[in-house]
Structures are given as C-alpha cells and as structure tokens.
C-alpha cells in the first residue's frame, strides 16, 4: 500500500526566501508521485509529478522537487518565495496496479508567505 | 484550457436529504473521480469511473453514495440520506488514462454543508 507523510503542517517564510516542503512516501512499486496546490476557496492544481526518468522536476511558478529513492523523498523547494505562493501544497502518491488509478494525498502543508 | 467545473460551489441541506453533486470533466477525458476534504482534513478518495460502471470505491463509498453519468459530458455523485459529518468539499476530477503516471485535473469543488 502507498501513503505519503508530510511534515510541518504549518511553514512561514519571508518574502524572497527559500521554500522547502517535505514530503516523505511509502510504495510497495515504484512510486509516481504528485505536488498540488490549492489556493484559497480553489480546487487542487497540478504544480508538477515525478514518474520516471530525471529525478529533478521542475513545475509551474517556479517550484521543483526532486525524487530521492534512497531516503523516499520528494521535496518541494522553490529558491525565493513570493507573496502569490501563499496557499496549501498537498503531496500525492498515485496508488497502481489494481482496478483504477487512484491519488493518496498527504496531510498538506500550509505556507504563509510573511512581507 | 479546459478544465472540470463543478456546481454548486456550495450546497445547504438539511440532515437526511438527497443532494447531488454535479461535475463536467474534461471533454475528452475517460476516467472520472470523486474525492472529498472535511475540514482540517487531508483529501481523500472516494470513487472511481470508467466505462460507465464503479472501478473501485473506498470505504467511505457506502451504499449512500452512487455515482451516475447520465450523458456524455456530466458526472454526478448523489448522496440519499445526508448525515452530520458528509459535510465536507467535494472535489470531482477527470484523466485521460487510468494510468499511474496520469494526471488528474480537478474541479474547484463543492462546498456540502449538512444542518
């Protein structure tokens, strides 16, 4: 079964400073793995996934992550955060192989942009 | 760029109610998906649709729940008897495949309160 933890439920940072979301997965198969965002009173939008090939993704507005077998990561950075970003990043790790495709998601994070 | 719409964004009903929720996912989409987020919650699965029948349904998907597409472009999901705690956002998404490496693109959700 696959699950996905995510840590810190709550980050702040400053207005030009890096943003580091983590996310840590448990996949029986190898994993694809997913960042949404979700903006207030908006649905989840992709910002970028991991299925396979290069191990550095880079997403929309400026976000990437990297997939890291060893320690089971897949951290969200972003090297200087902007006001806009201030929003919910949910991590998803697609579970496979049976009837369907379906997405379990993490706990989300929530990151408060400070001016 | 086409995107899944859902309505109502929001939905008052009183405890015991039939509601349906409404979804168009993308047009030329094959798999569909209800999810839902109580509040404070991570989101979870709820249902998957493919070829007009159920691929696989969570737990929470009891015999309450049913979901129907009754032509080619809506997707619903219908709620016999509300109770207290199905207060939640319902967010509906679509994919092309059913892949793992698919990507689901959601809907801005509907925000079901239950009195």
């Known amino acids: 079964a696959q699950s996905v933890t995510q840590l810190g439920s709550h980050v702040s940072v400053s207005e030009g400073a890096l943003v580091l979301l983590r996310c840590n997965y448990s996949?029986?198969?190898?994993?694809?793995l997913f960042w949404y965002v979700q903006y207030p009173n908006q649905g989840l939008q992709l910002l970028l996934k991991?299925?396979?090939?290069?191990?550095l993704v880079k997403g929309i507005n400026g976000f990437e992550a990297e997939f890291k077998k060893s320690e089971t990561s897949f951290h969200l950075t972003k090297p200087s955060a902007h006001m806009s970003d201030a929003a919910e990043y949910f991590c998803?790790?697609?579970?496979?192989?049976?009837?369907?495709?379906?997405?379990?998601f993490g706990t989300g994070t929530l990151l408060a942009v400070q001016p | 760029e086409p995107e899944v719409t859902q309505t109502p964004s929001h939905q008052v009903t009183q405890m015991g109610q039939e509601v349906i929720l409404r979804c168009v996912p993308i047009?030329?989409?094959?798999?569909f998906y209800w999810y839902r987020q109580i509040l404070g919650q991570k989101v979870e699965f709820l249902v998957s649709?493919?070829?007009?029948?159920?691929?696989?349904k969570s737990e929470i998907f009891d015999d309450q729940f049913s979901v129907e597409r009754p032509d080619g472009s809506n997707f619903t999901l219908k709620i016999r008897s509300t109770k207290l705690e199905d207060s939640a956002m319902y967010f509906c998404?679509?994919?092309?495949?059913?892949?793992?490496?698919?990507?689901?693109?959601f809907g801005p959700g509907t925000r079901l309160t239950v009195l």
């Open positions: 998404a679509s994919s092309l495949s059913g892949g793992g490496s698919d990507t689901q693109y």
């Open positions: 996949s029986s198969v190898p994993p694809y």
């Open positions: 991991y299925t396979t090939g290069a191990t």
């Open positions: 998803a790790v697609s579970s496979y192989g049976g009837a369907t495709n379906k997405l379990i």
């Open positions: 047009s030329n989409h094959l798999y």
């Open positions: 649709f493919y070829n007009n029948e159920i691929s696989e």
